[in-house]
């Protein structure tokens, strides 16, 4: 299993968009994938959990990825947050 | 046990039993959502309740249930493509990302399997399952404290009753309004989808109890040209069908049942707003000079090669700015024949007007994968933008050779960001001759290109007179030229109020570099944000700045301030306020001089009021 903390770098957040981008990763993947935010734990699979998570910008969100595909997922999901979801960074 | 849920999106027309007896004159003041005047008759739609029975099923019923779900999800689907096509067309794609959601949450493994669950284990019937799992997930949005994800809850009641009537097999939503006309549609809420499947002209403004000027609903309104208020509390309760109401879609205010004053004031306000709006609209026919003859060159900033299509139809003779940086941010880092096509599609399309791209400006705000550094302390006066360029040489050539094989029609203007001393810039236009010879070497003839110079920092402003001798142009950037002249982090909101664009210390950097451009016979572009805002426009004309460049859509707003105004007067107003001590001093000035002159315009429904 690995275990990485990314920081939401877009001035909005995890609205709408970044989360459905997040899921069009974990979605795809073969590997269990967790978002993990202010002490709550969800399947990242799930747009509606991800969404309902209302993470704001500047904060902490921390992944928990396991399965045969979980280095690709990780990088995925690095790339989605280094590149601020292609929005207008915080 | 039955319960009832009330539900927007079946749009059912209400019973016009109360219509002989007509609802009191009231106004009430909301949100303004999209701006423009309206008069019509009231058409509420109702919020249909649906019964839905709870049901445990045998055994033998339960592949039945599920199946009737699953044909559920599939049609709702479909519709919701097909919603999503018109609404692309229509409004755009960006504007229609709501739908691309509303997809992916169809396909939710949790939504889906949840239901499912409900009927499988628990035996229950399709329509009960898809109530109460629903009825959790809008529950729990409700509550969320971000009201962009309360707004949430409104698209998944659309997505609910599209499942429910689906499985109603009730045919297609939205007959009820398919043949009215002029009416002003008034709900507690309407959903997105709904506005899509309006047809043009059918609908002359929206009026909700719910939404903010954030909403999907407002964005799609401004996008559709339909004036909207939202955030009325109890509107949709207050109207009865056949009510007549006037809608002030640009100051948030709606009159029900009007007396012949407010039609009368109504009239008068809707007559000017269209006139202004067609004005602005014959604008991007008429030369942007001041009513003595000073031109000023109006272009525009565009982030995506595709927008340069627009940029004409708006006014614009150019492109003030193309961020070359979000090519790259896309990919680890575009091939250069990637990027020749992506400057050539704008470049071509602009010809014969000029095209300004400003080379990579990674690292600050703009981190771009596999060349930024990561971890910086201070990524703003870091390794960003031309100092990466002139350490990565490698990337800064593969970008300048496909920038001057672009150039086919020698329309280009190459502009070299963050400049700070001579040798960067000596530096970067070694580069650009490197760039030429390897291409000159392989046999091409690259068409000769202006080298302009970014003017974003104080030091590149204490040494203009001498930058102003090697380039072809100068272009400021306010945003970072104010952060970094300011030392305010325009990112912190502990300090935004500092943020000023009009502190004397600005003001002056800007004139400095105007009066050494001038001297040498080159001109001076603004591209920043300021160069949008009404008062910065005549302070900039004032100044002497010879092109501004923003976003297409305020171009010509931008264009009427010009045409406005004599540059004499705003001259005179520059350099009086170039005297003055502090920022508040020169807002207040100008707000006394320019605040009636421009709300006359009328142009403050599309630039925002003229504020103290």
């Given at each position: 299993?690995?275990?990485?903390?990314?920081?939401?770098?877009?001035?909005?957040?995890?609205?709408?968009?970044?989360?459905?981008?997040?899921?069009?990763?974990?979605?795809?993947?073969?590997?269990?994938?967790?978002?993990?935010?202010?002490?709550?734990?969800?399947?990242?699979?799930?747009?509606?959990?991800?969404?309902?998570?209302?993470?704001?910008?500047?904060?902490?969100?921390?992944?928990?990825?396991?399965?045969?595909?979980?280095?690709?997922?990780?990088?995925?999901?690095?790339?989605?947050?280094?590149?601020?979801?292609?929005?207008?960074?915080? | 046990?039955?319960?009832?849920?009330?539900?927007?999106?079946?749009?059912?027309?209400?019973?016009?039993?109360?219509?002989?007896?007509?609802?009191?004159?009231?106004?009430?003041?909301?949100?303004?959502?999209?701006?423009?005047?309206?008069?019509?008759?009231?058409?509420?739609?109702?919020?249909?309740?649906?019964?839905?029975?709870?049901?445990?099923?045998?055994?033998?019923?339960?592949?039945?249930?599920?199946?009737?779900?699953?044909?559920?999800?599939?049609?709702?689907?479909?519709?919701?493509?097909?919603?999503?096509?018109?609404?692309?067309?229509?409004?755009?794609?960006?504007?229609?990302?709501?739908?691309?959601?509303?997809?992916?949450?169809?396909?939710?493994?949790?939504?889906?399997?949840?239901?499912?669950?409900?009927?499988?284990?628990?035996?229950?019937?399709?329509?009960?399952?898809?109530?109460?799992?629903?009825?959790?997930?809008?529950?729990?949005?409700?509550?969320?404290?971000?009201?962009?994800?309360?707004?949430?809850?409104?698209?998944?009641?659309?997505?609910?009753?599209?499942?429910?009537?689906?499985?109603?097999?009730?045919?297609?939503?939205?007959?009820?309004?398919?043949?009215?006309?002029?009416?002003?549609?008034?709900?507690?809420?309407?959903?997105?989808?709904?506005?899509?499947?309006?047809?043009?002209?059918?609908?002359?403004?929206?009026?909700?109890?719910?939404?903010?000027?954030?909403?999907?609903?407002?964005?799609?309104?401004?996008?559709?040209?339909?004036?909207?208020?939202?955030?009325?509390?109890?509107?949709?309760?207050?109207?009865?069908?056949?009510?007549?109401?006037?809608?002030?879609?640009?100051?948030?205010?709606?009159?029900?049942?009007?007396?012949?004053?407010?039609?009368?004031?109504?009239?008068?306000?809707?007559?000017?707003?269209?006139?202004?709006?067609?004005?602005?609209?014959?604008?991007?026919?008429?030369?942007?000079?001041?009513?003595?003859?000073?031109?000023?060159?109006?272009h525009a900033n565009i982030e995506l090669p595709?927008e340069a299509?627009?940029?004409?139809?708006?006014?614009?003779?150019g492109i003030g700015l193309y961020r070359s940086e979000f090519l790259f941010l896309?990919?680890?880092?575009?091939?250069?024949?990637?990027q020749?096509?992506a400057y050539?599609?704008i470049l071509?399309?602009?010809?014969?007007?000029p095209v300004v791209i400003r080379t990579l400006d990674a690292g600050g705000d703009k981190?771009v994968?596999?060349?930024?550094?990561?971890?910086?302390?201070?990524?703003?006066?870091?390794?960003r933008s031309i100092r990466v360029c002139?350490?990565?040489?490698?990337v800064f050539?593969?970008q300048l050779?496909a920038l001057?094989?672009a150039n086919?029609?020698?329309?280009l203007r190459i502009l070299l960001p963050m400049i700070?001393?001579?040798?960067e810039l000596?530096?970067a236009?070694?580069c650009i001759?490197?760039?030429?010879?390897?291409?000159?070497?392989?046999?091409?003839?690259?068409?000769?290109v202006k080298v302009g110079a970014m003017i974003e920092v104080?030091?590149a402003?204490?040494?203009?007179?001498?930058?102003?001798?090697?380039v072809d142009f100068f272009s400021l950037g306010t945003n970072d030229l104010?952060?970094?002249?300011?030392?305010?982090?325009?990112?912190?909101?502990?300090?935004?109020?500092?943020?000023?664009?009009?502190?004397?210390?600005?003001?002056?950097?800007?004139?400095?570099?105007?009066?050494?451009?001038?001297?040498?016979?080159?001109?001076?572009a603004v591209c920043g944000?300021?160069?949008?805002?009404?008062?910065?426009?005549?302070?900039?004309?004032?100044?002497?700045?010879?092109e501004?460049s923003?976003?297409?859509?305020?171009?010509?707003?931008?264009?009427?301030?010009?045409?406005?105004?004599?540059?004499?007067?705003?001259?005179?107003?520059?350099?009086?306020?170039?005297?003055?001590?502090?920022?508040?001093?020169?807002?207040?000035?100008?707000?006394?001089?320019?605040?009636?002159?421009?709300?006359?315009?009328?142009?403050?429904?599309?630039?925002?009021?003229?504020?103290?």
């Open positions: 299993m690995i275990t990485k903390i990314f920081t939401v770098s877009n001035k909005l957040g995890i609205h709408a968009r970044p989360a459905g981008m997040i899921v069009d990763i974990t979605g795809q993947a073969r590997s269990d994938v967790s978002i993990v935010f202010d002490g709550s734990k969800a399947n990242a699979k799930s747009i509606l959990n991800v969404m309902m998570l209302a993470i704001p910008a500047g904060s902490e969100v921390k992944f928990e990825i396991d399965g045969e595909d979980e280095e690709i997922v990780v990088q995925q999901l690095e790339k989605l947050f280094d590149d601020h979801f292609n929005e207008e960074p915080c | 046990m039955t319960t009832s849920t009330k539900n927007p999106a079946e749009y059912v027309k209400k019973s016009s039993d109360g219509a002989s007896r007509k609802s009191p004159r009231t106004v009430l003041v909301g949100v303004p959502s999209s701006p423009g005047f309206a008069m019509g008759t009231v058409f509420p739609i109702a919020n249909r309740e649906f019964s839905v029975v709870e049901e445990t099923l045998p055994e033998s019923r339960i592949p039945a249930e599920e199946q009737m779900f699953l044909k559920a999800v599939t049609k709702t689907a479909k519709e919701i493509a097909q919603i999503k096509e018109i609404s692309e067309s229509r409004a755009g794609v960006k504007d229609s990302l709501i739908f691309a959601t509303h997809l992916m949450i169809l396909q939710d493994p949790g939504l889906v399997n949840g239901v499912l669950d409900k009927i499988k284990k628990k035996r229950k019937n399709a329509k009960w399952a898809v109530h109460v799992v629903f009825g959790a997930y809008i529950e729990k949005f409700e509550k969320i404290n971000s009201p962009a994800m309360r707004d949430k809850a409104a698209d998944l009641r659309d997505l609910y009753n599209r499942l429910m009537s689906a499985m109603d097999d009730s045919g297609p939503v939205l007959e009820d309004v398919a043949d009215e006309k002029g009416i002003v549609l008034v709900a507690h809420e309407f959903v997105p989808s709904f506005l899509m499947t309006l047809k043009p002209g059918q609908v002359n403004a929206i009026v909700m109890d719910t939404g903010g000027r954030t909403s999907h609903v407002a964005i799609l309104a401004r996008a559709l040209q339909i004036p909207a208020v939202g955030g009325l509390r109890n509107v949709a309760a207050l109207v009865k069908n056949g009510d007549t109401i006037i809608v002030d879609g640009s100051h948030g205010k709606v009159i029900i049942n009007p007396n012949d004053d407010d039609v009368r004031k109504f009239r008068e306000r809707q007559e000017i707003f269209e006139r202004q709006r067609r004005e602005l609209f014959t604008m991007r026919q008429l030369e942007p000079m001041t009513r003595d003859g000073k031109y000023i060159v109006l595709t299509d627009k940029v004409k139809d708006f006014g614009a003779t896309k990919k680890d880092a575009p091939t250069q024949s990637e020749e096509s050539k599609h071509e399309t602009m010809a014969p007007y981190l994968s596999g060349i930024s550094a990561v971890n910086e302390s201070n990524p703003f006066m870091g390794w002139l350490d990565r040489e490698d050539i593969t050779r001057l094989l086919t029609q020698g329309n700070s001393s001579m040798s000596r530096r236009k070694a001759e490197k760039a030429r010879k390897q291409l000159e070497d392989e046999d091409h003839k690259p068409a000769v104080p030091a402003v204490m040494i203009v007179d001498k930058l102003a001798k090697e104010i952060q970094f002249t300011l030392a305010v982090d325009r990112t912190n909101e502990l300090i935004t109020d500092m943020f000023q664009p009009h502190h004397p210390s600005v003001l002056s950097m800007i004139y400095q570099t105007v009066v050494a451009a001038h001297r040498e016979g080159i001109p001076v944000e300021m160069s949008a805002d009404p008062m910065s426009v005549l302070l900039l004309v004032g100044l002497g700045v010879d501004l923003m976003t297409p859509w305020s171009v010509m707003t931008t264009k009427k301030i010009i045409r406005s105004i004599n540059f004499e007067d705003v001259r005179d107003t520059a350099l009086t306020v170039l005297q003055m001590d502090d920022a508040e001093a020169v807002n207040a000035f100008l707000y006394k001089k320019y605040a009636q002159t421009i709300t006359e315009l009328g142009i403050s429904s599309f630039v925002g009021q003229v504020e103290k």
